[in-house]
């Protein structure tokens, strides 16, 4: 069973920066796609970013592009999404997720194991 803790949400003025981690535990998370994915009140959950396991491909949304960036140190067993120019509207809950299939896209069905989340609040 594959575990995932999210950190390093918090409040960040507009403009500002965050780096959200994502730790993994129970596998090893070479063997897993992983993405970032968010979630703002009365809003769907929305697809941030990809990573593939050799970290070659990656996807963005395409309200974060030029903006995030979605890396992976295997051998930390740790996914990161390093958030600048932070809006208002990037207000969310985030979560990581993660799956075993190569074929997963950026919806959030393709996905098996979620953390429990972390809160970001960018103010203006």
């Known amino acids: 069973q594959v575990q995932l803790v999210e950190s390093g949400g918090g409040l960040v003025q507009a403009g500002g920066s965050l780096r959200l981690a994502c730790a993994v535990s129970?596998?090893?998370?070479?063997?897993?796609?992983m993405s970032w994915f968010r979630q703002a009140p009365g809003k769907e959950r929305e697809f941030v970013g990809r990573?593939?396991?050799?970290?070659?491909?990656?996807l963005y949304g395409d309200s974060v592009k030029g903006r995030f960036t979605i890396s992976r140190d295997n051998a930390k067993n740790t996914v990161f999404l390093q958030m600048n120019s932070l809006k208002p509207e990037d207000t969310a809950v985030y979560y990581c997720?993660?799956?075993?299939?190569?074929?997963?896209?950026?919806?959030?069905?393709?996905?098996?194991?979620w953390g429990q989340g972390t809160q970001v609040t960018v103010s203006t």
């Open positions: 129970g596998r090893t998370v070479g063997n897993y796609v």
């Open positions: 990573i593939n396991r050799n970290a070659f491909i990656k």
């Open positions: 997720a993660a799956t075993a299939s190569t074929n997963a896209g950026v919806t959030a069905k393709d996905y098996a194991y």
